[in-house]
């Protein structure tokens, strides 16, 4: 490709004594010749910028988001203790109740994320984190199989748009090369959540002398920690990086600067649905949206039912819980490991891959095996179900998120494949039917199918990619990469000449 020139550096010249060019970008790439690409800049204490967002945004969204964990999935806890007999559920009721839940959230995903951009995340998110915290409390109270369905319903309404938002609002704080590990450790917190609700539901479940059943006490505990939170999180959260109000002018003015050139065409540009609903002219949208159904059958196989599949093991209810805790922490290791190393390489759809098949192969084991006479590599096979589930979430949501400039088409994408991805629970919830138990074989291998048909996906869409960008180096005689782009002249996405897949 020696008849390919390099990419000249794009950036506004807003700011420009804040700017450093990254290792005197402009002065090497001079000496490189022809087919040499230069990097988007950096700025002067950009590290120390980037640890105050991460010490002073992340762990707020990641506790609000592993309460949003814990409330949508502790019914698989309260399941093992009894809830069933307690509201008299008739057969097949409980599969119903964690059905309903994906109707609301799937419907109103969009509007409630919609919602979220035209008034803003930092407010939007703790009044959907009280909404599902109170719905917490009020399931504790429910006396029967309709009492506890309103409640889903409703859980299911608040918690829609909270994880497409809180992707959005990450993404108005960090660069695209950023993003992975920080969302991984996000994310990480519904990995805690599955960990800590089975440790929070052993402990629980030891109360024998209460006035209620101990499965109430586990919803009054986590409902009540979630409301109490949501009113801090309120008047904590930044709008966004440029006016967040633990930093200096001049920081504020950087922060700015960086999503203007690697994250967003217009920072914080109004929303205009007109304009949003224009991401699915573009072909890619579908396939990111088919490797979320293929994502969404496993995630929510292990996020609904690791209780279950470990409860094969044959300990009893209490030791069920408690064996759930270890593959939960590790996976949620394993994702940040992952969620790093995607983002040194600079690449996504390879760590995808890696996360599909690991989620085939542990499902695969633990249909195959003789349970009772292989504990230890049964057991294993539950860490490999954790492991290939957790980081495939947060990688294709990066992945589609740092391809997409336009904030509000950003929004749109992310509303419509995570709520796809969680609707894939009513395939879940049918899957692990009672007369299935305690095997549920027939689950595991369509659950397998699932994350091998994900990874097919996702590396035919990956190898297009590769492709499509040697096919545009090729059109303009330039050699370019995603990240030497300016997000500033990516606002139509491919139909730009400078566009370049974020692989």
């Known amino acids: 490709m020696s008849d390919l020139k390099k990419s000249p550096s794009r950036t506004s010249s807003a700011h420009k004594g804040s700017i450093v060019e990254a290792s005197s ?7 490189l010749g022809p087919g040499a690409s230069t990097a988007l800049p950096t700025f002067a204490n950009e590290k120390s910028l980037v640890l105050k967002f991460d010490l002073r945004i992340l762990p707020i969204l990641t506790f609000m988001y592993l309460a949003n964990a814990l409330d949508k999935g502790n019914l698989g806890n309260a399941k093992t203790n009894g809830m069933e007999a307690d509201l008299h559920f008739k057969d097949g009721q409980y599969n119903t109740i964690l059905s309903v839940f994906f109707v609301p959230y799937v419907v109103f995903a969009p509007i409630v994320a919609f919602v979220g951009k035209r008034y803003g995340p930092a407010r939007v998110l703790p009044i959907l984190m009280f909404v599902f915290g109170s719905m ?47 969302l991984a450790i996000f994310y990480a917190a519904s990995n805690i959540a599955n960990a800590f609700s089975g440790l929070l539901a052993f402990a629980v479940f030891h109360i024998k002398d209460g006035k209620l059943p101990a499965w109430r006490y586990l919803f009054l505990l986590e409902g009540g920690i979630t409301v109490l939170f949501s009113t801090f999180a309120f008047f904590y959260l930044p709008k966004s990086a440029g006016e967040a109000w633990f930093l200096t002018e001049e920081e504020r003015k950087i922060a700015f600067q960086r999503i203007q050139t690697d994250s967003s065409s217009i920072v914080n540009e109004k929303f205009v649905l007109k304009d949003a609903v224009k991401v699915f002219t573009m072909p890619a949208a579908f396939a990111w949206l088919g490797i979320e159904i293929c994502l969404g059958v496993p995630i929510q196989s292990v996020g609904l039912f690791l209780p279950q599949i470990v409860a094969r093991l044959g300990y009893d209810t209490i030791k069920t819980n408690l064996y759930t805790v270890a593959p939960n922490c590790v996976g949620a290791v394993f994702l940040v490991l992952l969620a790093f190393s995607s983002d040194h390489a600079k690449l996504r759809f390879p760590f ?41 979430s947060v990688l294709l949501s990066t992945w589609y998120n740092n391809n997409v400039a336009h904030e509000g088409r950003r929004v749109a994408l992310t509303s419509v494949g995570v709520p796809l991805a969680n609707i894939m629970g009513l395939v879940s919830s049918n899957i692990f039917r009672n007369r299935d138990a305690p095997d549920y074989r027939p689950a595991l291998v369509t659950t397998a199918a699932f994350g091998v048909a994900g990874a097919a996906l996702t590396l035919l869409l990956g190898a297009y990619m590769v492709l499509d960008n040697r096919r545009r180096d090729r059109r303009e005689g330039v050699v370019r990469k995603a990240r030497d782009v300016s997000t500033e002249m990516l606002r139509e996405g491919p139909r730009s000449p400078e566009f370049r897949w974020f692989l």
């Open 25 to 31: 970008a402009s002065a090497a790439n001079a000496e």
């Open 136 to 182: 917490t409390l009020l399931s504790a109270a429910a006396k029967n199989f309709g009492g506890m369905m309103a409640t889903r319903w409703i859980l299911g309404m608040a918690e829609s748009g909270f994880f497409p938002l809180v992707i959005y609002y990450l993404t108005t704080f960090y660069r695209r090369g950023e993003l992975a590990r920080r």
């Open 352 to 392: 995808i891959a890696a996360g599909f098949m690991l989620t085939f192969v542990g499902f695969i084991i633990y249909a195959t095996l003789d349970v009772t006479t292989e504990l230890r590599a049964a057991y294993f096979a539950c860490f490999m179900m954790t492991w290939g589930t957790s980081a495939p």
